[in-house]
RNA sequence: GACCCGUUCGUCUAGCGGUCUAGGACUCCGCCCUUUCACGGCGGCAACACGGGUUCGAGUCCCGUACGGGUCGCCA
């Protein structure tokens, strides 16, 4: 029996992260098994669907590294992969109810019959649940084929299950009292069922129930703020689930490595913005120099800052500095441009020694004397100007720190040196003494 | 309301009857490292929802209560 799992979105919104980590999961459970991971459009709904959604929904998956075997521009053995264009076969198992007499209708609509019993599943995750369809009026039986010829949720995504040979089904919580009404239509066309396993909801950093507009809802605004995408996925398989390790960040293959069904939590999680963050920056941490300029250039240039030819040795100073390659742009715009801001709290901190200015000036003149200009002989005319002024190297250096860059914090000193040449490291010094003796 | 699922530090979690004076991670605080900023290292604050059982022994099993989440559509 081969291992197929599948997700299966409806194109009504942005790609959610509730949606993409059930995908994650189906997707790392289909991989590790060396199985397949199928996509399938649910669109069912004309109503709500959209174009842009579709798109959403391809490109947050691909984004985040999840490929699928089969799905729409993949095609398949079991397409097509849009519901919508699946009538043909919803129409083939819908005769079999018929024939089977488990239909009847109602104002125009036709519902299941269920049969009037308990259905126990037996949930991977949550274990065995029964539930009574002996009490009617809890599960009153179920519109399958509304009055205007269309197939509702239920059915179609029963049959298309049956279809494309699935053999896992994993889906959120929210599915969990479906299911029964699933085992029943499943059991009605005289098929066998795949195995469930239900995953606990993202909550919230609150606790409420996260949905379409809530904060960090949307895949989309974690490329535009600058995460990895294998930070987020990272983060959002360890919402629910558990490597029984003490490490927790780890790359898409030991993800696939790890993963399993058995370690899925059952009570819902709730989303970490921080954390989340946190592991974004250790994922950076490990990019090499090259990968990190690639992967914030977009965004440095969206900022609206020439890049330059040292681009990659710029953004390498800050790469352990930054959670969010967002944050790129702000934290090297100094190097990058002339025209930046001071941040007046560094000023002020600065300002707190009286006898800075004088001091700063003198250093310009040390730095001026230098020929061959680097960020050793920088620093050693720091430290002989330190010392000729009874003074230690280290009070002098975050006042050139916000000289130069305008800030308390940045990149290492040493590389601001470098990275901004002798020239302008004067210049900046000096009109930053006149800045303090006006002050 | 009915029916399901759940409940360990603020948050994510380890724990599957004794090894728990409950471990790790994020956040916060302190120290160290760093002549600067970070990173990093070390340490600290901080939790078994409550009440009954079962047991020699319960965070771990059972039952209630409370709280949270989910579901009750011709949405998916």
């Not at 997700?7 to 993409?20: D, I, Q, R």
């Not at 490597?243 to 970490?272: G, H, M, W, Y």
């Amino acid at each position: 029996m081969s291992i197929r799992t599948r997700f299966a979105p409806s194109p009504t919104g942005y790609l959610h992260v509730g949606g993409a980590r059930t995908a994650l999961f189906n997707w790392l459970f289909a991989r590790q098994q060396g199985g397949s991971f199928v996509l399938r459009i649910e669109d069912t709904d004309k109503e709500r669907n959209t174009d842009e959604a579709r798109l959403a929904i391809f490109e947050g998956m691909s984004w985040l590294g999840m490929d699928w075997d089969e799905g729409p521009d993949k095609g398949g053995e079991f397409g097509p992969y849009y519901q919508s264009e699946r009538n043909e076969i919803y129409n083939r198992y819908f005769e079999q109810l018929v024939r089977a007499d488990r239909v009847y209708e109602e104002d125009g609509a036709w519902r299941f019959r269920f049969e009037r019993k308990t259905v126990t599943m037996h949930d991977l995750v949550c274990g065995e649940v029964t539930i009574d369809y002996r009490d009617e009026s809890n599960t009153p039986d179920m519109v399958v084929k509304r009055s205007d010829g269309s197939y509702v949720f239920h059915f179609v995504n029963v049959v298309d299950d049956l279809e494309m040979k699935i053999s896992h089904v994993i889906r959120g919580e929210d599915h969990l009292m479906n299911t029964p009404k699933h085992l029943q239509l499943i059991e009605a066309f005289g098929c066998s069922a795949p195995a469930y396993a239900h995953i606990p909801l993202i909550l919230n950093a609150d606790g409420s129930k996260m949905s379409k507009r809530d904060e960090g809802a949307a895949v989309g605004d974690y490329q535009k703020q600058g995460y990895l995408p294998a930070a987020v996925t990272n983060f959002l398989a360890l919402l629910g689930w558990n490597p029984k390790t003490e490490d927790e960040v780890f790359s898409v293959s030991e993800l696939i490595e790890r993963f399993s069904l058995e370690q899925v939590n059952r009570a819902p999680a709730r989303f970490d913005i921080e954390k989340c963050q946190w592991m974004n920056q250790q994922h950076l941490a490990k990019l090499g120099d090259e990968e990190f300029a690639a992967a914030a250039r977009p965004l440095v240039e969206a900022a609206g800052l020439a890049l330059g030819d040292q681009f990659e040795r710029i953004a390498a100073a800050v790469k352990a500095k930054v959670r969010l390659l967002s944050e790129v742009p702000a934290a090297i715009d100094f190097i990058l441009t002339d025209t930046f801001d001071l941040d007046e709290e560094a000023l002020e901190k600065v300002n707190n020694n009286a006898d800075i200015a004088p001091i700063l000036d003198g250093l310009a003149d040390q730095f001026d004397a230098i020929t061959d200009w680097s960020a050793d002989a920088a620093k050693q005319a720091l430290n002989e100007f330190a010392e000729a002024k009874q003074t230690k190297p280290g009070k002098l250096m975050f006042p050139l720190r916000v000289a130069l860059s305008g800030r308390g914090h940045g990149p290492d000193l040493g590389d601001i040196l470098t990275l901004l040449g002798k020239q302008r490291c004067l210049k900046r010094l000096r009109s930053f003494v006149s800045k303090l003796k006006s002050t």
